[in-house]
Antibody
């Protein structure tokens, strides 16, 4: 059974930093793309960033993608030896206050792309 | 900047049929965007309903179906039930690793 467990959320001051983690189990973590999605209080879902898994074709891995508003401040990474996804968030702003979800991506080139499993989320509050 | 559009709210009577749509601020939605749909109730994580336009995720009841209607992706609920009252989000894959969420539709069943 696939399980995703986020951690690392909390209260941080504006301008501060935080690193979120997502511990994955129940699947071969290294071979799947992973993503972060956030949801501000009372608002909709917003894609934050994705990172590719190891390609069984090319062997490449770890390509990263970001929403424009997160570029330069957020860094996604993964440790396949620990089955863990990370999101390093710097220069945090009040508008970054949200529940941050990690999700497993089902991506097959020219065939499909969607989020098939979700964690329960971790709350990040940016406030002085 | 491209925006994915959804109806902010919709209502349906129990047992009724409702179609929620997902469009693009510029251009048409096609199967090449691999539209997917997610259901979310307050305080809960999203749940995957439909992917690749019209494929139901495991365990999703048959009353949920996806399609392309004209220039938009669509999620149809046939025979709505009270526990279908939720927010529904569409997602489009824009290519090159970029993903866009729609703003979501709040569905009321009454």
């Amino acid at each position: 059974e696939v399980h995703l467990l986020e951690s690392g959320g909390g209260l941080v001051q504006p301008g501060g930093s935080l690193r979120l983690s997502c511990a994955a189990s129940g699947f071969t973590f290294s071979t799947y793309d992973m993503t972060w999605v956030r949801q501000a209080p009372g608002k909709g879902l917003e894609w934050v960033s994705s990172i590719s898994g190891v390609s069984t074709i090319s062997g490449s891995a770890g390509r990263t993608y970001y929403a424009d508003s997160m570029k330069g401040r957020f860094t996604i990474s993964r440790d396949n030896s620990k089955n863990t996804l990370y999101l390093q968030m710097n220069s945090l702003r009040a508008e970054d206050t949200a529940v941050y979800y990690c999700a497993k991506v089902r991506s097959v080139p020219s065939t499909t792309f969607y989020f098939d499993y979700w964690g329960q989320g971790t709350l990040v509050t940016v406030s002085s | 900047q491209t925006v994915v559009t959804q109806e902010p709210s919709f209502s349906v009577s129990p047992g009724g049929t409702v179609t929620l749509t997902c469009g693009l601020s510029s251009g048409s939605v096609s199967t090449f965007y691999y539209p997917s749909w997610y259901q979310q109730t307050p305080g809960q994580a999203p749940r995957t309903l439909i992917y690749s336009t019209n494929t139901r995720s495991s365990g999703v009841p048959g009353r949920f179906s996806g399609s392309i209607l004209g220039d938009r992706a669509a999620l149809t609920i046939t025979g709505a039930q009270a526990d279908d009252e939720s927010h529904y989000y569409c997602v489009l894959y824009m290519g090159s690793g970029i993903v866009l969420f729609g703003g979501g539709t709040k569905l009321t069943v009454l």
